[in-house]
């Protein structure tokens, strides 16, 4: 079988896990500074914190936003749930944004309009996410205005696209976003096992999501409410959670960051080959966002809908192991319950409808790629 995606693990990574659990830290040491401030650097941000996952991530992020019960967050109808569970997490409402049918990713004008009715029902988001969907950022440029103008808080879901870049700038730089969130999970660009990690411009915030990430608690004698009473001295000054991640995955995260460059060339190579391989297959291939260059997390092509089925099924019986992204969130037995319901998001329906994620990852082969493609095409003349 050719999975969808898969992670590379060289001799580097297992030395490094290796050499970490001979150290004197396990947990929480001095890897996990390390890796932030190594993904913080080549982000040119201020600073990174690395917690357990990139749900975990989210879910501090909104916190730190000041998200709570009787806010609204907005997210792509486009996204793994954990875009918009985060704001239920947190007591907020959620809503959604339908996409834009050439990106994939939360469509501009739809956000635009979306503020324009809201304002009129003051009804306006604390928190906005868009989703850089496969890799590719939204236009960043333009909701950056938006949330200057509507004052929401722009967080970036850049779970798919570390390694990318927008207008210019690493994806992670908060250029135009206040937050940024990457993932670390095997399919993603960069792995730890599971991991995430939020990108702020201040330390006052990264010193918040800190504590977030570690039950509340305080040491710092100034964040204290009265005098400390010792060495031992502690205080709980929030409700916070245990989200944090281990130095065995921040030592396997810096000797992964060290190949990230070259994991997204092989990528963008791969995305290229296919989009030459499939030029004349009739079927949609993936659509530039204006000054974004994607990390390339996954490869989407557009069927037509009645046949998407069986040629998803053609490709899996074939050895093929296409996915689909995503089932849009609304459309969730959790989010029905919610009031969701089909029609409210088309764009995301449509694409949900028509796509296919073929094999991408950095240690997938030419041939094993030509193996896929002529699956692919061997199953657009079956199912025609
Ligand atoms: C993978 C993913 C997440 C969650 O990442 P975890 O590290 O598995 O928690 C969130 N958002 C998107 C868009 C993702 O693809």
């Known amino acids: 079988m050719i999975p969808y995606g898969r992670q590379h693990i060289d001799e580097a ?6 050499d970490t659990l001979r150290s004197d830290w396990l947990t929480q040491g001095p890897a996990i500074e390390r890796f932030e401030r190594a993904v913080a650097q080549r982000c040119g941000v201020a600073d990174a914190v690395f917690v357990c996952n990139a749900t975990a991530a989210l879910h501090i992020a ?10 609204r967050l907005w997210t792509s109808a486009n996204t793994f ?30 956000l635009r309009e979306k503020l324009e009715r809201a304002q009129r029902q003051g009804a306006l988001p604390k928190v906005v996410v868009p989703v850089a969907f496969a890799g590719q950022s939204c236009d960043l440029r333009g909701m950056r205005a938006l949330a200057d103008e509507y004052g929401f808080t722009l967080i970036e879901d850049a779970s798919h696209a570390i390694g990318a870049r927008y207008a210019g700038e ?15 999970h095997p399919v993603k660009i960069i792995t730890t096992g599971e991991g995430g990690m939020v990108l702020v411009r201040d330390a006052a915030t990264a010193e918040h999501l800190r504590r977030l990430r570690s039950h509340g608690i305080t040491r710092d004698p100034a964040a204290m409410q009265g005098p400390s009473e010792g060495g031992w001295y502690y205080q709980q000054i929030e409700l916070g959670f245990n989200y944090r991640a281990t130095d065995l995955q921040a030592a396997l995260g810096l000797s992964q960051l060290a190949k990230l460059e070259g994991f997204v060339e092989r990528r963008r190579q791969l995305a290229e080959r296919y989009s030459c391989l499939l030029a004349e297959a009739g ?9 974004a260059e994607s990390a390339w997390h996954l490869y989407v092509v557009q069927v037509p ?36 319901a089909e ?22 082969t030419d041939a094993a790629q030509d193996q896929v493609v002529a699956a692919l095409l061997g199953a657009l003349e079956h199912a025609a």
Not at 62 to 71: E, K, R, V, Y
Not at 283 to 290: C, D, E, K, S, W
Not at 309 to 329: M, T
């Open 13 to 18: 990574d297992i030395q490094a896990v290796v």
């Open 62 to 71: 909104c916190l730190a936003a000041g998200l709570g019960p009787g806010d």
């Open 81 to 110: 749930v954990a875009s918009a569970n985060c704001a239920l997490y947190c007591g907020a409402d959620v809503d959604f944004v339908d996409i834009d049918p050439g990106t994939l990713n939360m469509s501009l004008p739809a």
């Open 170 to 184: 690493p994806v992670g730089s908060n250029a135009f976003a206040d937050m940024t969130v990457f993932s670390f």
């Open 283 to 291: 079927i949609g291939l993936p659509q530039p966002q204006a000054l």
């Open 305 to 340: 809908a009645p046949r998407r089925r069986a040629i998803f099924d053609a490709l899996r019986a074939a050895g093929i192991g296409v996915n689909v992204h995503y089932h849009p969130v609304h459309l969730q037995p959790w989010y029905r319950r919610l009031g969701f």
């Open 343 to 364: 029609g409210d998001f088309p764009q995301a329906e449509a694409c949900y409808q028509r796509s296919i994620s073929l094999p991408l990852y950095a240690d997938l």
